[in-house]
C-alpha cells in the first residue's frame, strides 16, 4: 500500500495511533509531520519525521507520497492560552497539514474533530471545529473522514482536570446515552486510535465526506 502522512501524532489519540500503523502486518510507510521529534520512538521505529512548524509547510518540497493522511491536530483554550492560539492549532495547522496532503497526492484525508461541532456553535471551540470541517470539505479529497468522538476517555501524560471530572461524571451516565444521544457517549483513546487505523488501513472510501461518532467508531474495533 502507500504510505500515510500523519500530523499531531505526539498527542493522545496521535501515539496510540502511530503504536496501531507500526504494529500493521502490511507495514505501511509512515511519515509524521509535527514541530518535534517523538520522543516515543523506539531507534529502530519505522517511522519517518519531518520536523517543521505548520505554517512553513508551503515551502515544503517532498517526493513522498502517500495515499492517505490523518491529522490528530488539536488543544483546548486552556492549553493554548487563548483563543487565537486555540484556533492557530485547530484550524490553522489543520489546514496547513491538508494542504501538504492535497500537494503530495492523497486521496483519504482522516481528521479528528469532535462531536458538536458547527460553523452556528454557540460554543467558540464547537465553531473552530466545526469552520475547519467545512474547510476541508471544500478541498475536496477523494474521502473526507471526519471522526467525532465526545469525552475521551484514558490515561494521559498531561493530566486536565475539566475532563478527569467528566470522565468521573459520565460514565454513570453513559449506558442512557443512546439512540440519537449515543453519539455523545464517552470513548476510550485506545477506541478512537483503532478505528482510526482501520480506515487508514482499508481502501479509500468511495463516500466522500463521512461523519464518524460513537457506534461507527467502536464498529471499526
Known amino acids: 500500500m502507500s504510505g500515510i502522512l500523519l500530523a499531531g501524532a505526539s498527542g493522545f489519540i496521535g501515539e496510540k495511533l502511530i503504536r496501531q500503523l ?13 514541530r518535534r521529534p517523538l520522543s516515543f520512538l523506539k531507534p529502530k521505529s519505522r517511522v519517518q519525521e519531518h520536523i517543521a512548524n505548520f505554517n512553513s509547510l ?3 518540497m517532498t517526493t513522498w507520497q502517500a495515499e492517505t493522511a490523518v491529522c490528530c491536530l488539536g488543544t483546548t ?27 503530495i497526492g492523497v486521496q483519504h484525508f482522516i481528521v479528528v474533530s469532535a462531536v458538536g461541532a458547527g460553523t452556528g456553535s454557540a460554543s467558540f471551540y464547537s465553531r473552530v471545529k466545526g469552520e475547519m470541517e467545512v474547510a476541508l470539505a471544500a478541498m475536496d479529497f477523494a474521502a473526507l473522514s471526519i471522526v467525532q468522538p465526545s469525552l475521551l476517555l484514558g490515561e494521559r501524560a498531561e493530566q486536565r482536570l475539566g475532563e478527569r471530572i467528566g470522565q468521573v461524571v459520565s460514565m454513570p451516565l453513559a449506558p442512557l446515552l443512546m439512540g440519537p444521544l449515543s453519539p455523545y457517549r464517552p470513548i476510550h483513546g ?15 472510501p468511495k463516500y466522500g465526506v463521512e461523519r464518524l461518532h460513537y457506534n461507527d467508531l467502536m464498529a471499526l474495533n
Open 22 to 34: 507500526e504494529q500493521a502486518p502490511s507495514r505501511p510507510k509512515l511519515m509524521s509531520v509535527g
Open 58 to 60: 508551503e515551502g515544503w
Open 77 to 103: 483554550i486552556k492549553v493554548a492560552g487563548s483563543q487565537a492560539a486555540f484556533r492557530a492549532v485547530d484550524y490553522d495547522a489543520v489546514i496547513a497539514f491538508a494542504r501538504l496532503a492535497k500537494r
Open 190 to 204: 485506545d477506541h478512537v486510535a483503532k478505528a482510526i487505523a482501520a480506515l487508514a488501513l482499508g481502501p479509500v
